[in-house]
T-cell receptor, first 110, second 112 residues
Framework: KAGVTQTPRYLIKTRGQQVTLSCSPI?????VSWYQQTPGQGLQFLFEYFSETQRNKGNFPGRFSGRQFSNSRSEMNVSTLELGDSALYLC?????????FGQGTRLTVV | EDQVTQSPEALRLQEGESSSLNCSYT??????LFWYRQDPGKGPEFLFT???AGEEKEKERLKATLTKKESFLHITAPKPEDSATYLCAVQAENNAGNMLTFGGGTRLMVKP
């Protein structure tokens, strides 16, 4: 059974640019959540999508946005990148209780 | 506001030296407490879910327990391959979705 797939695995962007990250959940999972992981703040919740609707949102600025498609695949977008946005971005999918994470996208903003 | 605190931040053990990791939490109604293992550069790997005080779950050398205020991850006779960061997270009852609040993690190093 395939796990959660995130693309790309690594990304380098310049301040002010925008970026789009992709997440393909485990087949049959309709809930997709996004998290940001940094050494200083740990894992922080960004938002969750279920059946193409945002169900929950963390305490992040409006530059962070996301969406979910009818096949449950999800994308997150960060506009006007700042140096502090450098982090590991993790996607998690779930069907019932347990959340299963992808390998993450390592974003470096220079 | 939901809070999760893990201790210690780092733990060095000799192979075979058993120990416990602590996860203290404050949540307005616990829907579930989760333990994950994370290796460097990888996403968290699911280990256990605990739902109510008194519950225990085991997997190989790991055993997770839950009280009303904290959870412990007991590691029995650890091996070097158990070296990783262990993360604890809670999901609150008043959470409309599946948001998890994570602790800072415990970095475990097991020396041969």
């Amino acid at each position: 059974k395939a796990g959660v797939t995130q693309t790309p695995r690594y990304l380098i962007k310049t301040r002010g640019q925008q970026v789009t990250l992709s997440c393909s959940p485990i087949s049959g999972h309709r809930s997709v959540s996004w998290y940001q992981q940094t050494p200083g703040q740990g894992l922080q919740f960004l938002f969750e999508y279920f059946s193409e609707t945002q169900r929950n949102k963390g305490n992040f600025p409006g530059r962070f946005s996301g969406r979910q498609f009818s096949n449950s695949r999800s994308e997150m977008n960060v506009s006007t990148l700042e140096l502090g946005d450098s982090a590991l971005y993790l996607c998690a999918s779930r069907k019932n209780t347990e959340a299963f994470f992808g390998q993450g996208t390592r974003l470096t903003v220079v | 506001e939901d809070q999760v605190t893990q201790s210690p931040e780092a733990l060095r053990l000799q192979e075979g030296e058993s120990s416990s990791l602590n996860c203290s939490y404050t949540v307005s109604g616990l829907r579930g407490l989760f333990w994950y293992r994370q290796d460097p550069g990888k996403g968290p790997e699911f280990l256990f879910t605990l739902y109510s005080a008194g519950e225990e779950k085991e997997k190989e050398r790991l055993k997770a327990t839950l009280t009303k205020k904290e959870s412990f991850l007991h590691i029995t006779a650890p091996k070097p391959e158990d070296s990783a960061t262990y993360l604890c997270a809670v999901q609150a009852e008043n959470n409309a979705g599946n948001m998890l609040t994570f602790g800072g993690g415990t970095r475990l190093m097991v020396k041969p």
